[in-house]
Structure formats: structure tokens, C-alpha cells
């Protein structure tokens, strides 16, 4: 098993960023102020590469501005695309998609439907609609829900082990559906992502995280065998512009080769390093 990982990167490394990317994954609000933002996922199109389209709601608090992202979406073509959701809310996702979906179609790209909620039946029956409706299902990292439901002694684990065993239990309860592809938004800690590879949760085909990236902003050095402890709390969108030093991006290097260790089995990951 091998989830397929991008990590959101300033725009100064963004084609170095091929290097160490799978694919392609697009934050809608800044092609709306950088220009040479939006030429890199165009340019990317054009040589073949997977582009994901993220609606920019964890960076404004809201989805992007509807209309605006239709126009984006017709002007990339996107491989992949997340429709318009609403935080922690399981009915007005829901709408939010029924709304979407009788206005707008988009036949070129695939669908990823976010789950949203904050309870336990709230994100089920928002798991269950978008098992059924999207292409591939997301699942975010930082749901309320977790801080009562994971261990750990502080926020950071809870969000990590929270996700977890949300996922355990969707398969323990029969739930889960094995025959739609998973896409795993953000991480807390990167050793999160082990435990579905250990667990065979083979279906989660992705996963996007700045984590690496970000932490090499702020001299901070993976762990060979957990990565980090903290985490910066800086958005990689609001240092969009940052110039990457030579010796950062000697770190961003280094961090992405350990963030591998998660996602790849260990061996593979041995003839890599």
C-alpha cells in the first residue's frame, strides 16, 4: 500500500516541488492574486500531472466565493475538484452539494465530497452521502469531534489518534466503503499516517499536507522516527511569497524523504533514502 501525498509549497520552489509531489494540489483563493500561482497548475496540466483543486476553506474560514470557483474550475480543468462545504456542518454540506450539483457540472473533472460534522451521527450521515455521491471521499484532520474522541495528552495527538479511530470505527461498523478512493486533508502529526498503511486501509489514495514544508520554513527537523512534536502554526497560504533559502530547502528536502516513512512501506523507503 502507498498514499500519494502533495505538500503545499511557496510558490519559489513550486516546480522543485515535482521532485517530491505526487501530484498537484491547488489552494482556489490565490489564483486570485498571484498570477504565476496559477500558471504553475496550468503548466502542470499541460505536462500531464494530477491536479487536485481545494475550495480554500480551512485557510478563509469559508468556502471560496462560489461563482468565482466555478469560473476557476471551467478555466483549469482540475483533475479533481472539492465541492463546497460548510465546517462541521453535516446538513449544510449536504445542501451545499445538492445546491452545487443542480447548478454547476464540471464532466471533465472528479468530485471530492468533505465530511463534515460534530457529532458522531452528523458525520456518518455526511460520510454516507458522500461515499454515494462524490468520487472520492476527504476526511479532515481537525474536527472538534476528535478532542473528545482520540487519545493523547494534548490537542495535536487527539487530532491525529481522533482520526484514527474514526476511520477504525466506520470500518468496524460496517460503514466504510472500500470501493470508493479516500483523501486524507491535513495532518497534525505525521506520524499519523503509519497507522493506515500498519491497518490496510488500502482505499485512502491521498493525503495533502504542508506540515514538512512549513516546519523547514521554521528550522524544524523531522525525527527519523516521529516526525514532530509541534507543529508551526503559520499557514503555508499566508507565506505563499516566502523565498526558500538554499539551506531550507536542504530541510524541505530532508523532512519530505521522512514524512515518506508514514505513507510508504519501510523498505521502499530504505532504497529511497
Not at 469559508?62 to 469560473?71: G, I, L, V
Request: with cysteine; charged share 25%.
Amino acid at each position: 500500500m502507498r498514499i500519494e501525498v502533495s505538500h503545499e509549497s511557496p510558490i519559489s520552489i513550486l516546480h522543485k516541488s515535482l521532485e517530491y509531489n505526487d501530484y498537484c494540489y491547488a489552494l482556489v483563493h490565490l489564483f486570485e492574486t498571484h498570477d504565476n500561482y496559477y500558471n504553475f497548475f496550468k503548466e502542470a496540466k499541460l505536462l500531464d500531472k494530477e491536479v487536485y483543486l481545494d475550495n480554500s476553506i480551512f485557510e478563509l474560514g469559508e468556502s471560496f466565493d462560489h461563482e468565482k470557483y466555478a469560473q476557476w474550475i471551467e478555466k483549469l480543468e482540475p483533475n479533481l475538484y472539492i465541492v463546497p462545504d460548510v465546517l462541521e456542518s453535516s446538513d449544510e454540506t449536504i445542501s451545499a452539494w445538492l445546491k452545487w450539483e443542480g447548478t454547476h457540472s464540471f464532466p471533465q473533472c472528479r468530485t471530492m465530497g468533505v465530511v463534515q460534522g460534530k457529532t458522531w451521527k452528523d458525520l456518518v450521515d455526511c460520510y454516507r452521502f458522500m461515499s454515494e455521491c462524490a468520487d472520492m471521499v476527504a476526511i479532515s484532520f481537525d474536527y472538534s469531534y476528535y478532542q473528545t474522541t482520540g487519545y493523547g495528552n494534548n490537542k495535536l495527538q487527539r487530532f491525529s489518534n481522533g482520526r484514527q479511530r474514526f476511520v477504525q470505527q466506520l470500518v468496524d461498523e460496517g460503514i466504510w466503503n472500500w470501493n470508493k478512493p479516500h483523501h486524507l486533508l491535513g495532518c497534525s502529526l505525521a506520524h499519523e499516517f503509519r497507522w493506515y498503511v500498519d491497518n490496510n486501509i488500502y482505499n485512502i489514495k491521498s493525503v495533502d499536507t504542508s506540515n514538512p514544508i512549513v516546519a523547514s520554513m521554521h528550522d524544524l527537523k523531522y525525527n527519523d522516527e516521529y516526525g514532530l512534536t509541534e507543529k508551526p502554526k503559520t499557514l503555508l497560504a499566508d507565506m505563499i511569497d516566502h523565498k526558500i533559502t538554499d539551506s531550507e530547502f536542504e530541510l524541505v528536502q530532508y523532512n519530505t524523504k521522512m514524512f515518506k516513512r508514514y505513507y510508504v512501506d519501510e523498505q521502499a523507503m530504505d532504497s529511497a533514502i
